[in-house]
């Protein structure tokens, strides 16, 4: 009895599940993970080594995270010099097969230093803030990048790609016409902030960060710090103090108390927190929560 | 190439301490406080190409210079989940073991690797191969070495001394929550002894560790591991037996501050040393993580060959010059 026909069956069946096989994707961060799903669609099974309420310049090498990398064809890292733990990572997963992209590739990188940068500056980022992703705008860039990077590894998809992420682009741009509208009264807002992490979104919604409850970047506040931040808040009138959620509220609280201003939690990734579910929503969440505490100022 | 994108990754960490003692023994001086540049440890790394790197470790201690570790790694590429690595490296019989003292808080490393290993703990010159396996969420680690150039057993550094050595170690880490991890290992170790009379040395290790991480500014970290060991003397006469155990409670309250409390047992290897029991607390500030950090270790010893308990305190300053580098778990 001949078994061709049961092998030709087993043939296909087995062509058919490796064309239906999604694209194993590992990302640093949510915000990346988010916009690769979106470009990616069913064609990709994407998972993040940070949740979004992890503090990203800190992340342990877990042996965990090796074995996600492991399985994995993509890895997309924030770069910047922020998730230098990935590196440890994905050599510790010993994945020959690997691509690496770097979604900064052609963001236009604020504060860049232009001096020599040592550790007396604080936790300070050689290659400029990497805090890139909250500006929508350079969201484009990124979904560009992540494009470019799945059809490198899984270009019998390109055009699918290709489609979702024009339709990325068209969405997102509409939605930056309409917080950029939202945004028209926080325009010249002034506002303190724990950590260094607002500059982009700043920039993109017209408001200023004039003070930080770190003393420098990674620096834990000090009593000297918080007084000189107190009387620049009182003597600038500034009523705002935003944070992110992994960040202790203490130092916050007790600069609230000496000014009158409003400490807001300011999710800096999607997942930070309830509402912020994907990187269109993050936006949504922040400006919500900034021209709400803005509109209830003193 | 441009040569700036070939050079290494390069760090010093300083460890300088002021240690006094009190009922110490002869060797080491008693009721007196002594300043000690302990180590200065020089680390650089880097990738040789895009399937491997290479590390180097230098240790200098009192005017001597000593290779910790010097090693190239085939990181991937090979069949298995295979990772090969070939040079001077600290052996993975054990977890503590393979880290370097500056990631411990309780400054001092454990009786038993010192007893049985030497100072620097089991440090030789050898081939390792490894692979990582999944396990569901969980990460098995298979890993098998041989090499030369250790000291056992109390023995003398003398590579002439002994036959190639082989160990094997099998590790799984574990995800227990979102921010808890444990793994477990077991470690086994055997080599004969380089006379031709049928000597020989086995050892096995069993290691835990666990860790809950909430937050940036909470932690507790706890390890214990247990170590045993018999040697066949030469001619196959005698067998003694000899073993170890270390546990440490690390508990981390504030982003820059935790206390904490070792327990350290030795059987000695040594004939004539018999046991010694050691148990301390520790406490350490570090202004920024990785950057520098001021320890304080109490501790008291006590056994048959010490006439007294035996009482140290180590002020510890340990500073990082250099790139981070994240620790493995």
């Known amino acids: ?298 | 190439m441009s040569q700036t994108t070939v050079n290494p990754a390069l760090s010093f960490i300083g460890d300088m301490r002021l240690s006094g003692f009190r009922h110490a023994p002869a060797a080491v001086g008693d009721n007196k406080m002594i300043f000690d540049f302990h180590e200065l440890e020089i680390a650089a790394g880097a990738a040789l190409n895009p399937y491997a790197r290479a590390d180097v470790t230098l240790g200098i201690s009192h005017g001597t210079i000593d290779i910790e570790e010097a090693y190239a790694t085939l990181l991937r590429g090979l069949p298995l989940n295979l990772q090969v690595k070939a040079g001077q490296y600290r052996v993975d019989f054990g977890k503590l073991n393979t880290q370097h003292p500056h990631q411990w808080s309780w400054v001092e490393r454990p009786l038993m690797f010192t007893r049985f290993f030497g100072e620097e703990g089991l440090d030789a010159a050898g081939l390792n191969i490894s692979s990582l396996v999944s396990v569901g969420r969980s990460a098995l680690t298979l890993s098998g070495n041989i090499f030369t150039g250790g000291s056992y057993w109390g023995d003398s550094q003398d590579p002439k001394l002994h036959n190639l050595a082989e160990s094997a170690r099998v590790s799984l880490f574990a995800p227990v929550t979102e921010h808890a991890n444990l793994e477990f290992g077991f470690s086994g170790l055997t080599t004969r002894l380089g006379d031709s009379t049928g000597g020989r040395t086995t050892m096995g290790d069993l290691d835990f560790k666990y860790k809950w991480r909430p937050d940036m500014y909470r932690s507790v970290v706890f390890v214990a591991e247990g170590m045993i060991g018999s040697r066949l003397a030469a001619g196959g006469a005698t067998r003694t037996t000899a073993g170890g155990f270390f546990a440490s409670l690390d508990i981390q309250f504030h982003r820059q501050y935790n206390v904490g409390a070792l327990m350290d047992y030795c059987r000695d290897p040594v004939p004539g040393f018999g046991r010694q029991t050691g148990i301390g607390v520790f406490a350490g500030f570090s202004l920024v993580e990785e950057t520098y950090r001021i320890g304080l270790l109490l501790r008291q010893d006590q056994g048959p060959a010490l006439p007294r308990p035996y009482q140290t305190v180590i002020l510890q300053l340990l500073w990082s010059l250099g790139p981070h580098k994240p620790h493995q778990f």
Request: net charge neutral.
């Open chain 1, 1 to 298: 009895m001949s078994h061709r026909p049961a092998v030709i069956i087993l043939g296909l069946a087995l062509l058919s599940l490796r064309a239906a096989a999604a694209v194993q994707v590992v990302t640093s961060t949510t915000d990346i993970k988010s916009i690769a799903e979106y470009i990616g669609g069913d064609r990709v099974s994407v998972k993040s080594i940070t949740t979004g309420k992890d503090n990203p310049h800190f992340v342990e090498v877990l042996p965990s995270y090796m074995v996600m990398v492991s399985k994995a064809a993509l890895y997309l890292k924030i770069g910047l010099g922020l998730d230098f733990w990935a590196d440890p990572i994905i050599d510790g997963s010993r994945n020959g097969r690997i691509a690496v992209a770097d979604c900064s590739e052609g963001v236009e990188v604020l504060e860049k230093p232009s001096g020599p940068v040592d550790a007396s500056m604080g936790d300070i980022h050689p290659q400029g803030n990497p805090h890139y992703w909250l500006d929508p705008r350079n969201g484009l860039i990124m979904a560009r990048n992540i494009k470019k990077a799945l059809v490198e590894v899984d270009p019998g998809n390109a055009t699918f790609y290709e489609a979702n992420l024009q339709k990325f682009e068209r969405e997102l741009e509409t939605k930056i016409e309409t917080w950029q509208k939202a945004a028209e009264p926080l325009k010249g807002l002034e506002i303190v902030t724990y950590h260094n992490s607002w500059p982009y979104l700043g920039r993109f919604l017209g408001i200023k960060t004039v003070g930080f409850v770190e003393p420098k970047p990674g620096i834990e506040p000090t009593a000297s710090h918080i007084a000189e931040l107190i009387d620049l808040m009182k003597s600038r009138g500034i009523r705002i103090i935003g944070k992110e959620p992994y960040f202790a509220d203490k130092a916050p609280r007790v600069i609230a108390a000496g000014t009158g201003a409003r400490v807001v939690d300011l999710p800096p990734s999607v997942g930070a927190s309830e509402g912020a579910s994907d990187y269109f929503s993050l936006f949504d969440t922040l400006l919500s929560r900034l021209s709400s505490v803005a509109r209830n100022m003193p």
